[in-house]
T-cell receptor, first 114, second 114 residues
Framework: NAGVMQNPRHLVRRRGQEARLRCSPM?????VYWYRQLPEEGLKFMVY????????ESGMPKERFSAEFPKEGPSILRIQQVVRGDSAAYFCASSPEFSGNTIYFGEGSWLTVV | AQSVTQLGSHVSVSEGALVLLRCNYS??????LFWYVQYPNQGLQLLLKYTSAATLVKGINGFEAEFKKSETSFHLTKPSAHMSDAAEYFC????????????FGTGTQLKVEL
């Protein structure tokens, strides 16, 4: 049973480019969460999605960031016009509908903006 | 709003010594509490969780944590440290009302010395 799969694991983008991070949840999981970990900081919640719905995006920056979880395919976190401050590790997590609040994390995608 | 405070961003112990990592939480509703471990360049692995059952929770790798409502604490302990325990540890809280959204502490880096 594969875990939460994220790709790419490492991504380098120049300032102004777009970054797309993909997350495939564990089999049977219908809920996806994105977290960001800035250097020397803990993880910060960004967004919570179910299939085709954004449930909670209270942690998403107001501009340049978007997320989706389509009916088919992985969840995508998209960052437009990246800036150096976007350099961070982005973690995806997933859970089944009823999980007792346990979510399972992927191994992360490390974005470096140069 | 929920919050988590981890006292001590760096803790160093000798191999075989007691490990104690501190976590205090703030929550207006009964919380679910978690400890996660993160090895370098990897995702987060769940160590244990408290979900209002027994106050002493046993997790993987010999770790355990005790929920103390009067002290709003959920400290992580292990009787005897092993070199392989060196990692970063995160305490997290979520609203028992559901949604699985986690609020993380800033983490404690555990160093184990010979």
């Amino acid at each position: 049973n594969a875990g939460v799969m994220q790709n790419p694991r490492h991504l380098v983008r120049r300032r102004g480019q777009e970054a797309r991070l993909r997350c495939s949840p564990m089999k049977g999981h219908s809920h996806v969460y994105w977290y960001r970990q800035l250097p020397e900081e803990g993880l910060k919640f960004m967004v919570y999605l179910q299939k085709e719905n954004i449930i909670d995006e209270s942690g998403m920056p107001k501009e340049r960031f978007s997320a989706e979880f389509p009916k088919e395919g992985p969840s995508i976190l998209r960052i437009q016009q990246v800036v150096r401050g976007d350099s961070a590790a982005y973690f995806c997590a997933s859970s089944p509908e009823f999980s007792g609040n346990t979510i399972y994390f992927g191994e992360g995608s490390w974005l470096t903006v140069v | 709003a929920q919050s988590v405070t981890q006292l001590g961003s760096h803790v160093s112990v000798s191999e075989g010594a007691l490990v104690l990592l501190r976590c205090n939480y703030s929550s207006s509703v009964p919380p679910y509490l978690f400890w996660y471990v993160q090895y370098p360049n990897q995702g987060l692995q769940l160590l244990l969780k408290y979900t209002s059952a027994a106050t002493l929770v046993k997790g993987i790798n010999g770790f355990e944590a005790e929920f103390k409502k009067s002290e709003t604490s959920f400290h992580l302990t292990k009787p005897s440290a092993h070199m392989s325990d060196a990692a970063e540890y995160f305490c997290a809280v979520s609203d028992a009302g559901g949604g699985n959204k986690l609020t993380f502490g800033t983490g404690t880096q555990l160093k184990v010395e010979l």
